[in-house]
């Protein structure tokens, strides 16, 4: 932080001027960060737990156990954490909006149907109140909505924000919980985290009990509660009955049901469907419940999708659609029970985009189909670039690409994150929903008639293999072979020797392009071994024309792999011999 910065701060949170002076810069920031906590006594709370912070990080957001009593998962994501976080968060963005006094910033917290959501927003609040900065509490929301909070112009909802946290933990189990953060510039990356976890290490070591008191009436004195998810629905509303021609309800006569898992995503029906006219009558699991009793809502999991399809069937419904817990993920399912997810979705919201702009790139993760690739570039005329996972990596490529002059207008992985360049780049679950809509809707409106075969027929000539499996080979980390170094290390060296052992291999081809494991072709279909992005796994997809052919990708793997004593194979070594 320079010295600038610095004083601009010191001013909002009223540190004593002797602290400002230029040759003090080595001590500002310690000074911003403990003055947080600064009251009579000094003396550290001491029934505070030690944590880990950094052990928080998961990629680009922050992940931890929030509820006790599930075995063997101890609690790091408490209340005085998570005032520390967003105390490093506050800081962090004062820095990065260079702000100079003249005015207070202020950040929106929103949060899932989660059970320990409540506890959190009221920590989050107190650490961004006692940084000095104002509150504005949402309650229930979608992570793509508290985005849009920061680019939102509308005094009477206090928008734009500076910044935005999101309470989540999306598709994991109940007593899990988490942070995303927002600016206008979009989603924080990386190293941006790691940034803020430091800063609210340090916070949280120098925590007085004087000091978190303070926090508390400081919250209660800046706090503000709107009801934002009005604003962003409205929008939603908007985007469908501009695209059919402005028609006040281009949706009317259509039965549509949402299965929103009991997570954030319940709004879909009632604030965006109905007003368009749609009938949403047998929709499911709409009101929040964080103990998640019907299903997980997550748009990959089976269990789930075949929830929607069953009320999609039962109902006699046009098309179904379902979201994950906060709503930044989603999938479809139409008339027939035909699922829009994973390698489907992203060829129908590939085939939408392409007509809007023809030749354009499409980034997807490393999992995806060569039926995929063949489909977005032999039919549609498009050009497919299979990059990594994890939807931060897509977006982030599909963002470089615009940067180099490779236009992209859509980034997609299979999990159902999905992002467009005409939505500020976010991974918006409503809103790739809405394009779906958009496409029925003007079908209508042109008079098209059909329903979700409108989409269906888009996916004509989509190869689709006859079989696939995911495999997860982990790794030991007490294992010998490992020798004292890191799963990260020892897992590159397996793909180094898999890379050089299919070298050896007439049958099979390396993919010429790959930016994630090593991918190789061969019997009729195709394998990707990888490093998973956090954990000591090593996934393994295989797709083939059969079951047989699988099984001898299957075994190329497992002879490449039988010298790694420290990898456990018996997942592929039992869908090997089971087959």
């Not at 001027?17 to 230029?22: A, G, L, M, N």
């Not at 003396?43 to 505070?48: I, K, R, T």
């Not at 392009?513 to 991918?519: D, I, M, P, S």
């Not at 099984?551 to 194979?569: I, Q, W, Y």
Request: charged share 25%; aromatic share 6%.
């Amino acid at each position: 932080m320079d010295c600038h910065s610095f004083h601009a701060i010191a001013q909002l949170l009223k540190i004593p001027e002797q602290f400002c002076k230029p040759k003090n810069c080595s001590l500002q920031r310690s000074v911003l960060d403990s003055h947080y906590q600064a009251a009579p006594s000094t003396a550290a709370v001491p029934n505070l737990d030690k944590v880990d912070f950094l052990k928080l990080q998961n990629g680009s957001d922050i992940r931890g156990v929030a509820v006790a009593g599930v075995e063997g998962e101890p609690l790091n994501l408490t209340e005085p954490v998570s005032e520390a976080i967003a105390a490093g968060f506050a800081a962090w963005l004062l820095e990065k909006k260079k702000a100079d006094g003249s005015r207070r910033l202020s950040i929106s917290v929103g949060h899932d149907s989660r059970i320990s959501a409540k506890k959190l927003e009221d920590a989050i609040s107190r650490g961004i109140a006692g940084a000095g900065l104002d509150v504005v509490q949402y309650g229930l929301a979608s992570t793509p909505a508290m985005f849009n909070s920061t680019v939102t112009e509308d005094d009477a909802f206090l928008c734009p924000v500076d910044g935005s946290i999101m309470i989540t933990a999306s598709h994991l189990p109940y007593n899990r919980n988490g942070f995303k953060f927002f600016t206008n510039a979009g989603g924080l990356g990386k190293a941006d985290i790691k940034n803020i976890l430091e800063r609210a290490a340090d916070i949280y070591n120098k925590f007085t009990a004087e000091g978190l008191t303070s926090s508390k009436g400081k919250a209660l004195a800046s706090v503000k509660r709107v009801d934002y998810m009005n604003v962003y629905t409205s929008d939603l509303v908007k985007a469908v009955r501009k695209a059919a021609g402005n028609i006040e309800k281009p949706l009317e006569g259509f039965h549509i049901v949402v299965d929103a898992g009991n997570g954030a995503g319940g709004f879909f029906a009632a604030k965006v469907l109905e007003p368009l006219g749609a009938v949403t009558s047998g929709s499911q699991f709409l009101e929040p419940d964080g103990m998640f009793p019907n299903h997980i809502p997550n748009p990959e999991d089976k269990t789930a999708m075949k929830a929607i399809t069953q009320a999609v069937l039962d109902n006699k419904a046009d098309l179904g659609i379902i979201f994950d817990t906060d709503v930044d993920r989603s999938a479809a399912v139409d008339s027939t029970g035909l699922e829009f997810n994973r390698n489907r979705l992203i060829a129908l919201m590939s085939a939408i985009v392409l007509e809007e702009h023809p030749g354009t790139t499409i980034v997807t993760d490393s999992v995806t189909s060569d039926g995929l690739t063949t489909f977005i570039e032999k039919k549609l005329g498009g050009k497919h670039h299979r990059f990594k996972r994890g939807y931060k990596n897509v977006i982030d490529e599909a963002i470089r690409l615009n940067s180099v002059g490779e236009e992209s207008h859509l980034a997609i992985e299979t999990s159902g994150h999905g992002a467009l360049k005409e939505n500020h780049w976010l991974d918006d679950g409503a809103y790739l929903m809405v394009k779906i809509l958009n496409k029925i809707a003007s079908a209508r409106a042109s008079g098209l008639t059909g329903g979700s075969k409108v989409l269906t027929g888009l996916l004509e000539g989509l190869q689709e293999p006859a079989f696939s499996v995911e495999l997860r080979l982990k790794i030991n980390q007490s294992h010998q072979d490992l020798k004292g170094g890191s799963f990260r290390d020892y897992g590159e060296a397996v793909l180094k020797h898999l890379e050089n052992y299919i070298d050896s291999n007439p049958k099979l081809q390396k993919a010429p392009v790959n930016y994630e494991g090593v991918r190789v072709s061969g019997y009729g279909g195709w394998f990707l071994l990888r490093l998973s992005l956090h954990d000591p796994v090593l996934p393994l997809n295989i797709e083939a024309p059969s079951n047989n052919d699988a099984v001898l990708l299957g075994n190329v793997v497992r002879a490449a792999l039988k010298e790694f004593s420290a990898l456990d194979t018996s997942a592929l070594d039992k869908f090997v011999q089971a087959s």
